[in-house]
């Protein structure tokens, strides 16, 4: 782990995505943080030693979701797949497919495996399954803001976490996606999907993949904007119920309410026709029992 001191900085962005907004004042105390995101070797020794279940392996309860196809209730999780046409890039469904029998060990599918990916950060994390690991470790997960101000890794005012330039020299910085969103993958950056951690250049802090590869959970819940002035990040929020904008639902099923939490740093699928979240400021609202291909997480551990 890294260690973060204390300080004061300008989080979120008013250039970008309206829940970035707007920047504001936040102090933060001293922090130990994960160098890399939780990878599949250190998860496997979570599993060895416990036991656990993730919740991609369990299949849904329909108590939990009324009005659920039965043939849907069946373990698995949301897998990218490029699509051969595009209609429209409002509609993810074109290219996220929910997969029976994806999970951490099975990443595309229940006929895909983690061999030789062991240094990959491990995905299909539901946001119970990081707590799990976290609370193994004896770590927590980061408040949205600790995760903010590690990534920016010392530097105020700029784009991305290495400075204002996409890339440096012609190099890329991050594991993000080249090339138009979702049909074409350039992979100029040398990955197709993820890659093993610390690939790519460390930021100011020392800590590698804060932006790309995948995406990382917090424990704030999501709210649709920066909403205070100044605020103080040495907790995580409590009330996981606290407000419509805490929580998602399907129009279609709205009795089906799922709390969000806030997803940070972008991943190997973000790309400048789409999604430019490869930031620090950006972040991204995640229901809890969502788990997908391109997200992971890391841990920190607060200095008493």
């Known amino acids: 782990m890294v260690r973060i001191e204390?300080?004061?900085f300008q989080m979120g962005s008013n250039n970008h995505y309206p829940e970035e907004a707007p920047v504001?004042?936040?102090?933060?105390?001293?922090?130990?943080?994960?160098?890399?995101?939780?990878?599949?070797?250190?998860f496997q020794a979570f599993v060895d030693a416990t036991g656990y279940i993730t919740f991609a392996e369990l299949a849904p309860d329909l108590a939990e979701y009324p009005g659920a196809l039965p043939e849907m209730l069946q373990a698995g999780s949301l897998v990218f797949r490029p699509p051969v046409r595009v209609l429209s890039l409002q509609d993810w469904g074109q290219w996220w497919s929910f997969c029976f029998g994806a999970n951490w060990?099975?990443?595309?599918?229940?006929?895909?495996?983690?061999?030789?990916q062991e240094d990959h950060p491990v995905v299909h994390i539901a946001h119970c399954d990081?707590?799990?690991?976290?609370?193994?470790?004896g770590k927590s997960l980061p408040t949205e803001a600790e995760w903010e101000f590690a990534a920016r890794g010392g530097l105020e005012g700029v784009e991305f976490a290495w400075g204002d330039e996409f890339t440096l020299g012609g190099h890329h910085m991050?594991?993000?996606?080249?090339g138009e969103f979702p049909h074409q993958n350039l992979t100029l950056d040398g990955y197709e999907r993820t890659s093993p951690v610390g690939s790519f250049p460390p930021?100011?802090?020392?800590?590698?993949?804060?932006?790309?590869?995948?995406?990382?959970?917090t424990g704030d819940f999501y709210r649709p904007k920066h909403d205070a002035p100044t605020q103080k990040a040495c907790c995580i929020p409590?009330?996981?119920r606290g407000g419509p904008e805490r929580e998602s639902y399907d129009p279609c099923q709205p009795e089906i309410r799922v709390p969000r939490k806030v997803l940070k740093g972008g991943s190997h699928l973000c790309a400048a026709n789409y999604c430019q979240r490869y930031r620090p400021a950006a972040r991204y609202a995640q229901p809890i029992d969502t788990s997908t291909n391109h997200v992971g997480f890391r841990c920190v551990v607060r200095v008493q």
């Open 6 to 8: 204390r300080g004061i």
């Open 24 to 42: 504001h004042p936040v102090a933060v105390d001293s922090f130990f943080i994960d160098e890399t995101p939780v990878t599949n070797r250190q």
């Open 105 to 116: 060990r099975h990443p595309l599918g229940p006929d895909s495996s983690t061999d030789g």
């Open 130 to 137: 990081a707590e799990a690991y976290a609370k193994w470790a």
């Open 174 to 178: 991050a594991n993000t996606w080249q």
């Open 203 to 217: 930021n100011g802090y020392g800590l590698y993949d804060m932006i790309g590869n995948v995406w990382e959970w």
């Open 238 to 240: 409590e009330n996981p």
